[in-house]
């Protein structure tokens, strides 16, 4: 349970750095978005735009981060620390678990978490007025 709730936290951190790339990129790109509504787009249309985006960090993210995860468990997993369990058993090696549906469960609370943390900007985007945005 403590564990689930240190990597629920890890991932909402990096919701917030998500959200914190998006915003910052709404910001650098305010007047591209602001021609895009002036030729047409309309407000889904740029959260769409946004939110690919997003998915696409998401997936990109988790995919990434279950392959260095696992070569890193996998990496202490062989370091000798020849001891002995309470029990009498013999303790060699760290122990690791490769459970896959906590990996799985990883990309799909990442990808749901980079969801989220774009839609807020993607939204604040849809909002811009081009004729404000384009004068000044």
Do not use: C, W
């Amino acid at each position: 349970m403590i564990l689930n709730s240190v990597v629920g936290v890890i991932l909402l951190v990096a919701g917030f750095g998500i959200y914190n790339i998006l915003n910052m990129t709404i910001y650098e790109k305010i007047k591209e978005i602001a021609i895009l509504k002036a030729t047409g787009f309309s407000g889904p249309s740029v959260v769409s735009i946004f939110l690919q985006q997003a998915i696409y960090i998401g997936l990109m993210g988790g995919v990434i981060g279950i392959f260095f995860g696992m070569g890193i468990s996998y990496g202490f997993s062989t370091i000798y620390i020849g001891g002995n369990v309470p029990g009498g058993g013999a303790l060699n090696y760290i122990p690791m678990s490769f459970y896959v549906p906590h990996y799985v469960e990883a990309i799909v609370f990442g990808i749901l978490t980079t969801i989220a943390a774009g839609y807020f900007p993607a939204r604040k985007a849809s909002r811009v007025d081009p004729v404000t945005i384009i004068r000044g």
